[in-house]
């Protein structure tokens, strides 16, 4: 596709349950982000992606969450046993150059913990 | 202390109006600063992106000028249409290890 796809667009869960959200980032683009969106709050970094490289995953909240990118292209972020305070907009972005390039952002995914 | 500020945090103007929003951030050094709009329920889009050598760029009726010594920068929305009406964000790459922070947003509505 033309620009970055999230899917699902959006999520409702219960409490505890694992939620796994895909990104399909522009073809070609090495570098991946994860990005977590609380209602009315600004960008909360969570994963990096750059390349062949070991990924940057110093803003992983906690280990209940994880992220995977395979084959350079299709990245997951799993989070694991959900709570309440997980609702939020996933928001995944990539570029073409890493972080002096252009972030391209996908339209997000929301989830919703009940 | 969030390393990027955004002011003000609401702002409501009527359609054909100018307004601008202030950016204000203590990353240092920085090697670039960048403006997104994200409509309610999408993801951000780019308007201008600055490098620390840059002190102004346009984008249609967005300006964006940028002050590396006040480290401050500004988006300026010239004559403002209803479809303005998005959340503005703010962001500046550090030099070092190109850390992106992120300001929490000005959350612009234009009215008729």
């Known amino acids: 596709g033309a620009g970055v796809s999230q899917s699902p667009s959006n999520k409702v869960t219960e409490k505890g349950k694992d939620v796994e959200l895909r990104c399909d980032p522009i073809s070609g683009h090495t570098a991946l982000y994860w990005y977590r969106q609380s209602l009315g709050q600004g960008l909360e970094f969570l994963i990096y992606?750059?390349?062949?490289?070991?990924?940057?995953k110093s803003g992983l909240p906690s280990d209940r969450f994880s992220a995977e990118r395979t084959g350079g292209s299709v990245s997951t972020l799993t989070i694991q046993r959900t709570q309440q305070e997980d609702s939020a907009v996933y928001l995944c972005?990539?570029?073409?150059?890493?972080?002096?390039?252009?972030?391209?952002f996908g339209e997000g995914s929301r989830l919703t913990v009940l | 202390k969030n390393q990027v500020e955004q002011s003000p945090q609401s702002l409501i103007i009527l359609e054909g109006k100018n307004c601008t929003l202030q950016?204000?951030?203590?990353?240092?050094?920085?090697?670039?600063l960048r403006w997104y709009k994200q409509d309610t329920g999408r993801g951000p889009v780019s308007l201008t992106i600055m490098t620390f050598s840059e002190n102004t760029k346009s984008n249609g009726r967005y300006t964006a000028t940028l002050d590396a010594d006040t480290k401050q920068s500004s988006l300026h929305i010239t004559a403002s249409q209803l479809s303005d009406s998005a959340s503005y964000i703010c962001v500046v790459t550090h030099y070092n290890n190109n850390d992106m922070r992120f300001g929490a947003g000005t959350r612009l509505t234009v009215k008729p």
């Open positions: 972005a990539s570029s073409q150059q890493g972080d002096s390039g252009e972030l391209f």
């Open positions: 992606f750059q390349g062949n490289s070991a990924p940057d």
């Open positions: 950016c204000n951030y203590t990353v240092s050094p920085f090697s670039n």
